[in-house]
């Protein structure tokens, strides 16, 4: 199980927003690709960049800084989201290293937008299902839709997604434990790999993660945990890989 660390850009600088608002965000480093590099040099084999400017406005807003991040770490997988609204933003993206692009907003608001995006670059596209009390919300956030989370990874399964990210609004950014009950149910119901999002604290919520891995649970998404220190990256990993492989053997 992968730990992923968050970096989320808005007006330049890497910040994390408290349950998706705008209005709450706290700035963790002036330099997003300083930060990148912080947390591949502690261990991180995956990256998850969202552009929070692009969230909000509809179109990539930071794609120079992200490119600049890609560049620097050829080596290590980057996951993009925030304003992937068409398939010159998702060309955009992998054309600049990405390895792979997050489709939000559109996912839930135009479905059929997934089935074409994986026709079209697939092994690529990862669809992000962020969900408040089990309905999914769209535009950073800020609407929220009747769609159901489960029923929605379904589909978009069937369409050839890589995998899922599921990300439980009211824990981001508030410390408060990964909804575990929610991803695993989502995992039960599709067999692609499923990264949760949403709350990760410290390294109880590793060993109850590992407890589930098995269902499919690929990796877990981190920002504010280890920013503030409440979580430490290098022990994260290797507590997980450490669990993982006793439960395979």
Same mark, same amino acid.
């Given at each position: ?18 349950? !998706?608002?705008? %209005?709450?965000? #706290? &700035?963790?480093?002036?330099?997003? *690709?300083? @930060? /990148?590099?912080?947390? $591949? ?41 925030? !304003?992937?609204? %068409?398939?010159? #933003? &998702?060309?955009?993206?992998?054309? *600049?290293? @990405? /390895?792979?692009?997050? $489709? ?57 997604? /890589? ?61 504010? /945990? ?24």
């Amino acid at each position: 199980m992968l730990i992923i660390p968050a970096i989320d850009i808005k007006n330049g600088k890497c910040v994390r927003l408290s349950q !998706g608002q705008m %209005d709450k965000e #706290t &700035i963790y480093a002036d330099d997003p *690709v300083t @930060a /990148a590099h912080r947390w $591949i040099e502690a261990g991180a084999r995956r990256l998850h960049i969202v552009d929070l400017d692009g969230a909000v406005n509809g179109v990539p807003s930071n794609v120079d800084l992200i490119h600049e991040m890609v560049a620097a770490h050829p080596d290590v997988p980057i996951q993009v989201g925030g !304003g992937i609204r %068409d398939e010159d #933003t &998702i060309q955009t993206y992998l054309d *600049v290293g @990405a /390895a792979y692009v997050i $489709i939000g907003t559109r996912a839930v608001t135009t479905p059929h937008f997934v089935t074409d995006a994986c026709l079209e670059f697939p092994g690529h596209i990862i669809v992000g299902l962020d969900a408040r009390n089990g309905k999914l919300a769209t535009n950073g956030w800020s609407k929220l839709s009747h769609h159901d989370a489960n029923d929605m990874a379904v589909r978009f399964e069937h369409d050839g997604v /890589a995998a899922i990210i599921f990300t439980d609004i009211s824990r981001d950014g508030m410390l408060n434990n990964v909804n575990i009950e929610a991803t695993v149910d989502l995992c039960k119901n599709i067999s692609i790999p499923v990264i949760a999002s949403g709350g990760l604290s410290n390294l109880d919520d590793i060993h109850a993660l590992c407890a589930v891995s098995e269902e499919g649970i690929f990796g877990v998404i981190t920002g504010r /945990a280890i920013y503030e220190g409440t979580l430490d990256l290098a022990e994260a990993q290797q507590l997980a890989d450490t669990i993982c492989a006793d439960n395979t053997n």
